[in-house]
C-alpha cells in the first residue's frame, strides 16, 4: 500500500464568488497558504476533476443540477437566504463533488493510498438531493459514498461528520440504508436544526444513522468522546470498508457562526482517532472539507488534520493532552444506553 497521501482541489474553488459571506474565496486561500508554507505536508497534490453528469445524478436529480447550471449561466442567483451561487459556482461544485470522489476512487483503486483530503468550496454537507441548501450546492461526499458502493462495489462506508451543523442532506440521502453508517456530531439548537438524537433512520437503515447532538458550549471532551466511545465502537462492530469524513472546522471556539469551543488539539484528537480506526480495520480515510469559517483557524486545523492524518503512529497534536485525558462524556454515556437496541455488540 502506497503510503503517499493524496490532497485533491482545484482553482474553481476560487471562482465561487459569494463576495463578503462567511464562506467566501479566503478560505481557500488560507488554507493554500498554510499548506505550501508547510511544503504541502508531503502530500501528492492531485487536481480534482469535474464530476460526470452519471456520477453526480446518482445522489441530484437533473433538474436540481440544471437549476444551479442555469444560474451560474446567468451570471448568479440567490438560492435561499444563506446560499449564492456565482458565475463560476456551477463549475467549483463539479470540481467540488468530482475532488470527492476522485479521493475515493484514489483510495480504493490501484495502488491505494491510505489517507488523504479533499479541499473544496463550495461545501456539501447540507445539499438533499433536489435543492441547494446552507452554503451547498451539491453534496460531494455523498455523491463519492454513492460511488464507492454503486461502482466500485463496496457495501460499507462509514461517515463521520464533524461540522459543527447536522449534515442534514446526508442524512437525508442514507437515512433508509445500511450501506452508509453515518454519524454526526453537531451543536443543537443550530442551522438546520434537524439532527436530534431520535432520528436514527428507518427501513433497512433504522439505526444506521447515528445523530449526536451537543449542546452550545461543547468542546473537547464531548467531541473527543463521542468519536472515541460511540463511532469507534460501532465502526468496529460495523466494520466499513472506507471512512469518509465530513470535516468541518466551524465546532473550532473562534468560529464566528456556533458556540461550541473546540480547540485545534481536539480536532488532532479526532483525526487521530480516525486515522487509528482506519489502521485497524485495514479501510482508507478521506476527509472532505466542510465549514469552518474563521480562516486562520481553519488553515490550522486542516493543517493540523492532514498532518495527523499522516503521520502514522506519532501524533501531530504535540503538547496537548492526550487522548487518555479525556474521560467518557455523559452524551457519550447517553448515546451508548440509546444505541445498543440497535447495535447489540455495543459495549
Ligand atoms: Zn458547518
Request: with cysteine.
Amino acid at each position: 500500500m502506497s503510503s503517499q497521501p493524496v490532497y485533491l482541489s482545484h482553482p474553481s474553488s476560487l471562482d465561487h464568488d459569494t463576495g463578503e459571506h462567511p464562506e467566501r474565496v479566503r478560505r481557500i486561500e488560507a488554507i493554500d497558504a498554510a499548506l505550501e508554507a508547510r511544503d504541502w505536508l508531503g502530500y501528492e497534490r492531485i487536481s480534482s476533476p469535474a464530476v460526470e453528469p452519471s456520477v453526480l445524478q446518482r445522489v441530484h436529480g437533473p433538474e436540481h443540477i440544471e437549476r444551479i447550471a442555469a444560474a451560474s449561466r446567468v451570471g448568479g442567483a440567490q438560492l435561499d437566504p444563506d446560499t449564492f451561487v456565482s458565475a463560476g459556482s456551477y463549475t467549483a461544485a463539479l470540481h467540488a463533488a468530482g475532488g470527492a470522489v476522485e479521493l475515493v476512487r484514489r483510495l480504493m483503486g490501484e495502488g491505494p493510498r491510505q489517507v488523504g483530503f479533499s479541499a473544496h468550496r463550495p461545501p456539501g454537507h447540507h445539499a438533499v438531493p433536489d435543492r441547494a441548501m446552507g452554503f451547498c450546492l451539491f453534496n460531494s461526499i455523498a455523491v463519492a459514498a454513492r460511488h464507492a458502493i454503486a461502482e466500485l462495489g463496496l457495501e460499507r462506508v462509514l461517515i463521520l461528520d464533524w461540522d459543527v451543523h447536522h449534515g442534514n442532506g446526508t442524512n437525508d440521502i442514507f437515512w433508509d440504508t445500511d450501506e452508509v453508517l453515518f454519524a454526526s456530531i453537531h451543536q443543537l439548537p443550530l442551522y438546520p436544526g434537524s439532527g436530534s438524537a431520535g432520528e436514527m433512520g428507518e427501513g433497512r437503515g433504522h439505526g444506521y444513522t447515528v445523530n449526536l447532538p451537543v449542546p452550545p458550549r461543547s468542546g473537547d471532551e464531548a467531541f473527543v468522546s463521542l468519536v472515541r466511545d460511540i463511532v469507534t465502537p460501532l465502526a468496529r462492530i460495523y466494520r466499513p470498508q472506507l471512512l469518509l469524513v465530513s470535516a468541518g472546522f466551524d465546532a473550532h471556539a473562534d468560529d464566528p457562526l456556533a458556540d461550541c469551543t473546540v480547540s485545534d488539539a481536539g480536532f488532532g484528537l479526532m483525526t487521530e482517532l480516525v486515522r487509528e480506526l482506519g489502521a485497524e480495520l485495514g479501510a482508507p480515510v478521506g476527509c472532505v472539507l466542510e465549514g469552518g469559517y474563521d480562516v486562520d483557524a481553519l488553515a490550522r486545523c486542516v493543517t493540523l488534520t492532514m498532518e495527523t492524518l499522516a503521520a502514522g503512529g506519532a501524533s501531530a497534536h504535540g503538547g496537548a493532552p492526550g487522548l487518555d485525558a479525556i474521560p467518557v462524556h455523559p452524551l457519550a454515556t447517553a448515546a451508548l444506553d440509546r444505541l445498543r437496541p440497535f447495535w447489540p455488540g455495543l459495549a
